[in-house]
């Protein structure tokens, strides 16, 4: 057969379909990734795992729950939501964190059309009212008729709103615990994972077994963690029976519901969860609206393509439901490869490590500042990390040096993987591209998974896309970089566009907004971004311009300008804010007086910012470095030194919670 003659587009040659044939995998298979069934994903799970009824699918601090007890759950919770009214299409809005019933409860929801809609459950301030407002600012658009809502987020979050919910027609809310899953094992496990963690914080050693629970209750940490959640429950009660609204325990619930009966809805192409951009977008995070069709096209591609755990394999659930890389790469990815999900709910950044040994996954997957983590703390040395299989990170980069310093401790630990990663959004359930293997190169984000198309398009012209194309001598190709695939979401939600689609060539792609590279062989490199965006330690994503602008808001200022800097004691990326006020003359106690206005004025009590925006450095300076062209050089604040600083703010922060927030001069 005579030899196709190149175009040198990238959307029409992907030359990188030659990594997938030289594994041996097959043009049927990868067509196959196309064959969608006529069920919804929760049906596709569970005839995927038709043969795991007795493997452990997931474990919830040590308590393990079989496959076949998961899909009866949420078997449970498809007859909680019938019996409650939720009706095909209709919105259900969580506020909740990784516990084992909001995943059962969303296969629930799906089976019978309902759609889930997944916001950020983590409170943005110490201010109830201020939280209140920014969730109340989300309902008003997104229109949920149900809410299912952690018992601490529904006070904090949702009682202070109470009666503009029921203005609002929102009648009903179920509340979830995180102790429901948890037998007298479980508890033991939870609390004893609340003393090490203080005894860590407190540089000491951690405690691996108490020696019985008479010793383990006689322990301070714990007895003020069992007043507190019976605290919890008292005031909880107390809510409940003062509520306008109905308020309903989801463990009384299911006991209820057992002998019902339900409707299951067949039908991939309807809505079946609503996740969200990290970072905000205006005034409210941008909501992705995905498909069932979408949910199992990524499913069977990041499978092909080699993400997730193997069969029988642990991983760490780590990553937040609101996110769609929590939600499908490193959530429901496990089921559909048939492994076992480790489910954490709260946990401490810094102690990133301490999870690892506890449970000894054989896969995460994890922003890249908590693998510097892992190796932060005393208590690593010299233990034997050879159970990790899979080492994968996304929604940053690392540098080539800091990854091959990764790979060093690992094998200094017994772990002979090197770290895998990939390149993906939430506009397309999480994954896009992946890295292993011979395409796993340093600074590189791999190749798009095995139904998905990238290019690389001219990123000055907006109103639509023009491919770039090879050109002879040409090693790279640079530009924007767009997608094209069976999980890209449609983009439309409550009528309104929220992801804009533009043809070429015949297909539909979505802009990345991110500048990258491509080889000739195919293989991705990320250069930047358009809008100056970086993600936080935690995976929030950090759009520059919407804390300048409302820093700039404040009398006294006259510029702001957010740039990344790499935070050596948090192991990530954090901002730091370059300030130029309206008068340059004044004290240094003047200076710490403004950035607390900037910080409780400017961003806490502001129900578009989030707590999470706030920059943890302040330099103060007479004017900002300019271009040739008398732009602002955005590079020569990056590159300048952080012993210029003038303030720093430090927020004391879980991935759940927001706590002290300190604000200091540099001495």
Known sequence: MKKSILTGYPHIDKPWMKYYFSQGITQEQINDCLDIPNMNMTEYLKSETKDCKNKIAYIYYCKETTYDEMFHNADIASKVFSQIGVNKGENILYLVSNVPEEEELWF???????VSDYIDPRPDSMDMIANAKKVLEIIKYEKPKYIVALDKCYLGMLK????ELKDLGIGNIIILSASDSMDINAQYEYLKDIINYDRLKDGKSIVKEFGGIEKLIREKAVLEKLSSMNMLEETLNEAIKNSPLRIMKYKNL????????????????SINYIGHTSGTSGTRPKPIALSNKNAISSLKQCKLAGVGPKEGETSLHILPGFAPFGRFNNGIQTYANKGTNIHIDEFVFNEFGYLILKYKPNAIMTPPSFLDQIFNSAYMKGEDLSFLHKIVYGGDSKSADDEININNKLQEHGCNYPVEKG?????????GTYAKADYNLFDSIGIPIPQTTYSIVDPDIEDKLVPLKFEENMDRLKGELVVSSEHVTNGIFNGDVIVKHYEMDGKSY???????????NGIFYISARKDRSFTRIDGYKIKPNEIEKEIEKNDKVRYAKIVDYYDEKL?????????VLKNPN??????????????????????????RQIPSKFKFRDSLPLTKNNKIDINALRTEPLDQVDVNVEVSETNLTVGDIKIFRML
Do not use: F, W
Not at 108 to 114: D, L, R, S
Not at 571 to 579: A, F, R, V
């Open 586 to 611: 004044i004290t240094e106690d003047e200076k710490e007086e403004i950035v607390k206005e900037i910080v409780y004025e400017q961003i806490i009590g502001n129900p578009t910012m989030s707590s």
């Open 571 to 579: 192991k990530g990326n954090m901002p730091l804010c370059h300030i």
């Open 510 to 520: 979505i802009r990345t907004r991110d500048l990258a590279e491509m080889d000739r």
């Open 423 to 431: 390149h993906g959004m939430s506009e397309y359930c999480g994954c």
């Open 108 to 114: 629930g929801a799906t089976q019978i059309g309902a």
């Open 254 to 269: 299911a006991r209820e519901c057992e002998n019902s009966k339900i409707e299951i809805v067949h039908d991939p192409n």
């Open 160 to 163: 202070p709103i109470e009666h």
